[in-house]
Every structure is written in C-alpha cells, then in structure tokens.
C-alpha cells in the first residue's frame, strides 16, 4: 500500500516535472503582439488598428500618432503663417504707399468716359469679391481668431461667431465657385500672356516711377498674374474645399489633413495677392476703381494705363460710327 | 490633486466590451457615440490582443490645439474636458486626436456634425458640478462624487486601470514584473511622452 502511493507520489511528482518543462518550453507571448514594435513598424500616416465588433469600422484605428504632427501644423504652424502673410502684405503696401504716394492720373481727368467693364463683368467680379471676402474673413477667423477674437469679446460670443462663420463658409464657397467660372469664362481670352508683356516687365510695370507707362491691352501683366493666381488658387481652393465638406470623398484623415494643409496655405497666399489687388485698385491708384465701380473709366486714365486697350475700343466705335452714318 | 490616467493592460482584456457597455449606460450616450470602444489586433492569430480605448487625456492635448474656437480646458485632475455650448462641430478635434476619441452626433459631410462628444472621465463638464444640464451634455459625473471611471471600475479581469498615473503604472509594472510579460502601456508614448519602463 505504502509503496503504491509512494509510487503514486513519485508519478505525479513526473507529471508535474513535465508539466514545468512545457511550461518553460511554450513562452504565452511569444507570438503576443507589442505595442513598442507596432508603433517602431508604423509608415508614415498610418495607424496601429484591428478589429472592432461595433459598426464603425474606422474605430478600429486604435492609434495614429501622426495626427500629431497635423495638429501642430494647424495649431502653430498655418496660424504663424497666416498671420505673417496678411500682416507682412499690410506693412509692404504701407511702405509702398509711403514711397510711392497714390498714383495719380498724370494727365488729370478728361471727363470724356469709355466702358471698360459691363454689368455681366462687374456682377461676376462682385460676386467673386464679396463671397472671397467672407470666406477669407471666417477661414482666417478658424485659424487666428481664437488668438484675437476670442480675447475680446469672450468664449460664448466667439463660439457664437465663429458657428455663423462656419455656415457662411460651407454655403458661400458654391457662389464664390460659380462667380470663379464665370469670371474664368469672361477674361479668359484677354489674359493670355503676350509678347507685349515682355516690355511691361523690363519697365517694372510703370509702377515705380512717375511717367512710365508701358503700353497694355485690356489687362497688363500685372492684372494677367492677378487673374491666373486667382483662378488656378481659387481652383485649388475650391478642390481641397471640396474635399473638406465631404470627408468621406477625400479618403483616409491623413488625406483629409493634406488637403487641409493645402487649403490654408493656398488661402493665406491669396489673401495677401488679393490685399494688394485691393490696395492698387481703390487707394494706390487714382481713376482705377471707377472700372469696376461704374464700369467707365476716365479716357486719360485709360490712356496711361491701357493704351492699346483705348485704340482697339476707340478703332471700333469709329468703326460702328462710320457704319452707322447713312450714306450721302 | 491627482494626474489621471487610462492603462489597458491588453495581455489581460478578455474583450467582454463590458467597459463599452457600461460607458453606454452610465452616461446614456446616444445611438451611434462610442466614448470607449475595444480594437483587437491581430483578431483569430496567435498573441492577439485587445485594447479598450477612450479619450487618454493627453498631456498637451492635440485637440486643445487645434479647436478653433478654443473649446477645451484640462482640470486639475489633468482630465481634458471640453464646452458643448462653445463647440461648433467642425471636426478638427477628430483628426488630431491619435486615438479616435471625438464622435458626433450626426453624419460627417457638410459641416453637419453637430455637438462632438468624448469620454469625460466621468467628471461631466463645465455646468455646476452634479446638475441636471451637465447630466444632459456630458453625462455622469462619477469624479464628483469621489469614484473613479465606471468602465475601469467593473472591469471584471482588471484589465483596465483609471487613477492617477504613478498609482496605476506601478500597480501594471508589478504585474509585469510578477507574470514576466507585457505588450505595454497602450498608447502611453503617444499621449504622455514616455511610457511605463519595466
């Protein structure tokens, strides 16, 4: 009897043995998954992820260290940005205002008119204007408001603001983008760059001295970099908006964070051209904002600035002229 | 006061999604919200592991940087809680955060988000601590109350751990120390800088 359990004991003593060498031999996680080596494999972009039983499937990202470096980006780097390009474009055109004064009409007012832009183009530049205007006063707001407004007038009123700014933004873009195709449309054929651009050029545009005007069609170079910038910038602007109203279209967050990137970027850099389009046609130049105010400017303003423009218009109009004088 | 901290000790989640359940029910989160959600990497192989994630609080929190109307604060438990009345539902929080903690309410195209919600570490929000409206918005407050998190609180295996961060960092190295395993502190480098060191 002794012997059967000493026999017994000593047996299970073995099994036990045993059971310890398995146990040594087979590691539990030596297959297990670590999230040091899964964040080392990790490509640029992407997240460690599996499976989620609920019915978003996206949840599954478990983490995405990368969206790091995109909140850096939009919390300093595009507010710095955009701060230092209205900012920067302000006190240039201050100091270009300060060198140069307003360009006056060398010759002074004729008070003889010639139509240079009619109703259709005006409605179309107007509604490319107003609707840039706001949406670069309420994409800026997104970006710096929080750093200028929101100090002034509080936390409750600033949410309010900028919620309305928001809606503005999302529901202006699609007139801004109509008024885009049309004024595209409309100048299109009268801003291919030409040989004559080339003396505009050498002459530095006339701007930077009194009595030099280089001669120019309907748009100088200057107005046909303005235009190309705005179609080519308003496009990019309205692709990437686009694509921000409707994540689900731009694909993964790291796309949607490139077209962010892109959008702010591009919007800071129209915003600056556009301050000196504003600059150059209401107080840097005498005469030049009655062409998109009434639609006539001054014969001698066109002259200095537009003169192959007031040839080609007043070559027509003695054209239609003689047509219309009956025979004798 | 405390620094607050989430650690999900994976090689002990057993995925019950109980955590989940109990995040849904305490704070009667609408249909569609997950403030905690558990993601199972390599799912059926060998060494799979759960993790349940919610908002981590992070230190320097990548949402707070990028609200543009400057929605977030962090408490003094260093929980990161953010106003609903502020809050304009732009989204940008979403793609900041590393952990997919924002939800909305509301389909994603066209700005039409509506209100984002997120974990709140069971300390409600900026309404009066306890009150009805704060209820309404952010759900319970358990903190105010002097109990941790629910879901960490009835994790049946213990897996999840909420309190502050030395506390429950040295409770999961002992563990580690003891069993002679640990896939890690999930998600600890990406939010905090520096994980638990073994």
Known sequence: MRHTISRLSAGSGLVLTSAAVAMAQVNPTASSVNEEALLRALQSGEAVGGRVSIPNTDAGALIAPDNQLWAAMQGTTLPTLSIVAVLGTLALLVLFYLFRGRVRIEGGYSGRKILRFNAVERFAHWMLASTFIILALTGLNLIIGRTIILPLIGEGAFGTLTAWGKIAHNYLAWPFMAALIMVFLLWVIHNIPGKIDLEWIKQGGGILKKGVHPPARKFNFGQKIVFWAVILGGAAMSYTGFMLLFPTEAGSAADWQFYQVIHALVAAGMSALILGHIYIGTVGMEGAFDAMGTGEVDENWAREHHSLWVDEVKGTQARNNARATPAE | ?198
């Not at chain 2, 260093?78 to 903690?101: E, R, W």
């Not at chain 2, 069993?179 to 905090?192: C, E, F, I, L, P």
């Open chain 2, 1 to 198: 006061m405390a620094r607050m901290k989430f650690l999900c000790d994976a090689d002990r989640c057993i995925e019950c999604n109980a955590c989940v359940t109990a995040c849904k029910n305490e704070h009667e989160v609408p249909w569609g919200i997950n403030r905690r959600r558990v993601v199972t990497i390599n799912d059926g192989l060998p060494g799979e592991r759960s993790v349940s994630m919610a908002c981590m609080h992070c230190t320097d929190a990548p949402c707070a940087a990028v609200c543009p109307v400057s929605c977030f604060y962090t408490t003094a438990d260093a929980v990161v809680l953010h106003n609903k009345d502020t809050c304009i539902g732009c989204g940008y929080c979403s793609y900041a955060c590393p952990f997919g903690a924002p939800q909305y309410p509301q389909t994603a195209n066209f700005g039409t988000r509506g209100k984002m919600d997120k974990c709140t570490y069971c300390s409600g929000g900026p309404e009066a601590d306890l009150s009805a409206a704060e209820y309404q918005k952010y759900g319970a407050n358990r903190l105010a109350e002097g109990k941790l998190p629910l879901c960490a609180e009835m994790c049946s295996t213990k897996s999840l751990l909420a309190g502050d961060g030395d506390i429950i960092a040295e409770i999961y190295r002992e563990r580690v120390v003891t069993r002679g395993y640990g896939s890690g502190a999930w998600g600890w480098r990406t939010a905090y800088g520096e994980t638990v060191s073994v």
